[in-house]
T-cell receptor, first 116, second 114 residues
């Protein structure tokens, strides 16, 4: 069984300040973890992924996330928020497999508001 | 290839009518997925195809829903006798089989049943 919990439904930051979006996961096996971003009325865009290589993962637009197995966390961070970062962010866990459906579980999302 | 394309972007229909959505995946991706996203929720899995074979369906996919991928390229999702509870964003994604690199999503089709 697997699950993912996004601890905050809304996060508000001032432009130029750091961003922290929290995600905890539960998985019986070694998971693959992803962060996606969704701007209003748009599809989801992959920000970054962890697939058992380096634990600190760098993504697009200056975002990064650190996989911490001991804490079962995969928090998303960015040193300095930009107005264009305002969107909804989804943490996703998958059970990778060489065949068959990779069961994918989405978190409920965190809406990021950036205040000018 | 410009990514995953979904049509239409928006659809408003009266309750009881049938609707059909189309998804064109990235051409070299052999897996195609359908998800449904309601307001304030993350996407929920509906079904997926590997090439033309529909390999898994969620319990969310009632018998009013049917999906096809006849030639292993584009896919259609049809909802018969629509209900107000079907109002949602329907997202399509594609990937390579066995890929751990995430999915590429389309922009979705927003369905409103009135």
């Amino acid at each position: 069984a697997q699950s993912v919990t996004q601890l905050d439904s809304h996060v508000s930051v001032s432009e130029g300040t750091p961003v922290l979006l929290r995600c905890n996961y539960s998985s019986s096996y070694s998971p693959s973890l992803f962060w996606y971003v969704q701007h209003p009325n748009k599809g989801l865009q992959l920000l970054l992924k962890y697939t058992s290589a380096a634990t600190l993962v760098k993504g697009i637009n200056g975002f990064e996330a650190e996989f911490k197995k001991s804490e079962t966390s995969f928090h998303l961070t960015k040193p300095s928020a930009h107005m264009s970062d305002a969107a909804e962010y989804f943490c996703v866990v998958t059970l990778g497999s060489s065949g068959g459906y990779q069961k994918v579980t989405f978190g409920t999302g965190t809406k990021l508001q950036v205040i000018p | 290839d410009t990514g995953v394309s979904q049509n239409p972007r928006h659809k408003i229909t009266k309750r009881g009518q049938n609707v059909t959505f189309r998804c064109d995946p990235i051409s070299e991706h052999n897996r195609l997925y359908w998800y449904r996203q309601t307001l304030g929720q993350g996407p929920e899995f509906l079904t997926y195809f590997q090439n033309e074979a529909q390999l898994e369906k969620s319990r969310l996919l009632s018998d009013r829903f049917s999906a096809e991928r006849p030639k292993g390229s584009f896919s259609t999702l049809e909802i018969q006798r629509t209900e107000q509870g079907d109002s949602a964003m329907y997202l399509c994604a594609s990937s390579l089989a066995g890929s751990y690199y995430g999915y590429t999503f389309g922009s979705g089709t927003r369905l409103t049943v009135v």
